[in-house]
Nanobody, 118 residues
């Protein structure tokens, strides 16, 4: 199983980035897919998750209204559109595949760095 995250980079406050995570070796119709954020010196936290069954989405309070998660079963991929970025959004973003959005992921991607300058 491999999860490859991409799309990170350096952006100014208020800017946008779009992250992608492509999976291989995994049947995504059995897994939710989530994005997780690890800020420097802090623990990894869930940002957003999308369920496998009905596409229900969840968001951390800190990103509601700014981030949007989506998935493409045909491409075995999940995406995170990040708008109105803030310096506190800086960190490494990981994609993960939990069985359910309220469970920890069974598999993790390597992560992609997002840096938001002020």
């Amino acid at each position: 199983v491999q999860l490859q995250a991409s799309g990170g980079g350096l952006v100014q406050r208020g800017g946008s980035l779009s992250l992608s995570c492509e999976s291989s070796g995994l049947s995504l119709n059995k897994y939710a897919m989530g994005w997780f954020h690890q800020a420097p010196g802090k623990e990894r936290e869930v940002v957003s998750c999308i369920s496998s069954r009905d596409g229900e989405t969840t968001y951390a309070d800190s990103v509601k209204g700014r981030f949007a998660i989506s998935r493409d079963f045909a491409k075995n991929s999940v995406y995170l559109q990040m708008n109105s970025l803030k310096p506190e959004d800086t960190g490494v973003y990981y994609c993960g595949t939990p069985r359910r959005c309220d469970w920890p992921p069974d598999y993790w991607g390597r992560g992609t760095q997002v840096t938001v300058s002020s």
